[in-house]
């Protein structure tokens, strides 16, 4: 069961009982670097998982924070389960299948993850939801009375997750977005009925705009409704439903991979995925070579004692990212340190991918489907660049299809 939530910077422990907390306290304006991680107690779970509940946010509540929460709050399981239901009622386990046009491209058997059936098109929505129910949890046992607006910085598919979840709990929410945001994403954010913001680079700024309007919001009120740990760790409550998922697919399907393909933007994918599923598979974080300050900042913390410390000189920002796989375009890569770890755990590794090999990758998998987005397909492209390199032998890689095509 999850106890509470630690800074894996500073050290600083939260007790899971405690409402809204979203970011470490010692995180200031002039020290922003901190990100928490879910503590668990290590204890044996109680409830069994059943292979016939189709609802993620049911089937592994016992080790989520959300459920945790609710718990320490007096909410019994049967309540838990019926608010699950209602907040996150659309979720469905998504399949990862032996994909045999990829197998046949790259010589070895690939199981993909298919992630472009979750609601809303992508991932995006599992990270989202978590908050949600956190939000609704301490709004069931009278912790919250008003419902601040909640803020994302995005640039496609987390804003259209965050307007879908949000809509379906008829919570207002703010969206910042990057100038060049696709027309198809803001139509359907004007659907769901977001108030969208469009912020413009300012010359001689380095750092993402959106991020900079979306931290400003938050300063003034909102709740952060984000996909990036450092800003709401809670967002990776629910992305780390992917990861079990994966273990327990696996499982069922006998296999043993060599490695996982996971494309990295600002990194909560990735960290999540690799908190659910543990250390048994290294998992490979991929970046176009437009943009892959991950890798960069990676590289330069091989030779620096505790990385972590030295947030502001290692993880900076990407001067100017370019890449068809715009969803990955993130300035900085937030999740950068649980990462890194992650990678130490798992015995892991960094990949960045030419342009050709993420053109080459989306093209491959939209022969065979699903219909799949550049960005979606990225983490194939990493595999591409690894088979091409002769880094891997002929036993099955596992890749993640993150987002649909639009």
Same mark, same amino acid.
């Given at each position: 069961?999850?106890?509470?939530?630690?800074?894996?910077? +500073?050290?600083?422990?939260?007790?899971?009982?405690?409402?809204?907390?979203?970011?470490?306290?010692?995180?200031?304006?002039?020290?922003?670097?901190?990100?928490?991680?879910?503590?668990?107690?290590?204890?044996?779970?109680?409830?069994?998982?059943?292979?016939?509940?189709?609802?993620?946010?049911?089937?592994?509540?016992?080790?989520?924070?959300?459920?945790?929460?609710?718990?320490?709050?007096?909410?019994?399981?049967?309540?838990t389960v019926a608010l699950a239901r209602a907040v996150a009622g659309q979720f469905v386990v998504t399949p990862l299948q032996h994909h045999d046009?990829?197998?046949?491209?790259?010589?070895?058997?690939?199981?993909?993850?298919?992630?472009?059936?979750?609601?809303?098109?992508?991932?995006?929505?599992?990270?989202?939801?978590?908050?949600?129910?956190?939000?609704?949890?301490?709004?069931?046992?009278?912790?919250?009375?008003?419902?601040?607006?909640?803020?994302?910085?995005?640039?496609?598919?987390?804003?259209?997750?965050?307007?879908?979840?949000?809509?379906?709990?008829?919570?207002?929410?703010?969206?910042?977005?990057?100038?060049?945001?696709?027309?198809?994403?803001?139509?359907?954010?004007?659907?769901?009925?977001?108030?969208?913001?469009? +912020?413009?680079?300012?010359?001689?700024?380095?750092?993402?705009?959106?991020?900079?309007?979306?931290?400003?919001?938050?300063?003034?009120?909102?709740?952060?409704?984000?996909?990036?740990?450092?800003?709401?760790?809670?967002?990776?409550?629910?992305?780390?439903?992917?990861?079990?998922?994966?273990?327990?697919?696996?499982?069922?399907?006998?296999?043993?991979?060599?490695?996982?393909?996971?494309?990295?933007?600002?990194?909560?994918?990735?960290?999540?995925?690799?908190?659910?599923?543990?250390?048994?598979?290294?998992?490979?974080?991929?970046?176009?070579?437009?943009?892959?300050?991950?890798?960069?900042?990676?590289?330069?913390?091989?030779?620096?004692?505790?990385?972590?410390?030295?947030?502001?000189?290692?993880?900076?920002?990407?001067?100017?990212?370019?890449?068809?796989?715009?969803?990955?375009?993130?300035?900085?890569?937030?999740d950068w340190i649980s990462i890194s770890r992650a990678l130490q755990r798992s015995g892991g590794r960094s990949v960045v991918a030419s342009e050709?090999?993420?053109?080459?990758?989306?093209?491959?998998?939209?022969?065979?489907?699903?219909?799949?987005?550049?960005?979606?397909?990225?983490?194939?492209?990493?595999?591409?660049?690894?088979?091409?390199?002769?880094?891997?032998?002929?036993?099955?890689?596992?890749?993640?299809?993150?987002?649909?095509?639009?």
């Amino acid at each position: 069961m999850v106890i509470g939530l630690r800074c894996v910077v +500073c050290g600083e422990e939260i007790e899971i009982s405690r409402a809204y907390s979203w970011t470490c306290g010692q995180a200031t304006d002039s020290d922003p670097f901190h990100v928490l991680e879910f503590v668990d107690d290590g204890a044996e779970h109680s409830i069994p998982i059943d292979v016939a509940e189709l609802n993620p946010f049911v089937r592994y509540r016992e080790r989520m924070g959300w459920w945790a929460f609710a718990r320490t709050h007096g909410m019994s399981d049967a309540e838990t389960v019926a608010l699950a239901r209602a907040v996150a009622g659309q979720f469905v386990v998504t399949p990862l299948q032996h994909h045999d046009g990829l197998s046949e491209s790259l010589g070895r058997p690939v199981w993909a993850k298919n992630e472009t059936i979750g609601v809303s098109g992508s991932h995006k929505s599992r990270h989202l939801v978590g908050i949600m129910l956190h939000l609704i949890v301490a709004e069931t046992v009278g912790l919250l009375n008003e419902r601040a607006p909640l803020a994302i910085s995005s640039c496609g598919n987390a804003a259209l997750a965050a307007a879908e979840v949000a809509a379906g709990q008829r919570w207002p929410l703010e969206v910042f977005v990057p100038t060049w945001m696709d027309d198809v994403f803001a139509s359907g954010l004007d659907a769901h009925g977001a108030t969208v913001n469009r +912020c413009e680079r300012s010359d001689g700024v380095s750092g993402d705009p959106a991020m900079a309007a979306f931290r400003n919001a938050v300063a003034s009120g909102s709740v952060p409704f984000s996909v990036q740990g450092p800003a709401n760790a809670w967002c990776l409550d629910g992305g780390r439903t992917i990861g079990w998922e994966i273990h327990d697919q696996l499982n069922a399907e006998n296999v043993n991979p060599q490695s996982i393909y996971v494309q990295v933007g600002g990194g909560a994918l990735a960290t999540s995925l690799a908190l659910g599923l543990g250390n048994r598979i290294p998992l490979v974080v991929v970046q176009a070579e437009g943009c892959a300050p991950l890798d960069r900042a990676l590289r330069a913390a091989r030779d620096v004692d505790s990385p972590e410390h030295h947030w502001s000189e290692i993880m900076t920002p990407w001067e100017e990212p370019t890449s068809l796989a715009d969803g990955i375009l993130d300035d900085e890569t937030y999740d950068w340190i649980s990462i890194s770890r992650a990678l130490q755990r798992s015995g892991g590794r960094s990949v960045v991918a030419s342009e050709g090999d993420i053109v080459r990758a989306r093209d491959i998998v939209n022969v065979f489907g699903p219909p799949t987005s550049a960005t979606g397909s990225a983490g194939v492209a990493g595999a591409i660049t690894e088979v091409d390199s002769g880094v891997l032998d002929d036993r099955p890689i596992v890749v993640v299809l993150s987002g649909a095509a639009r």
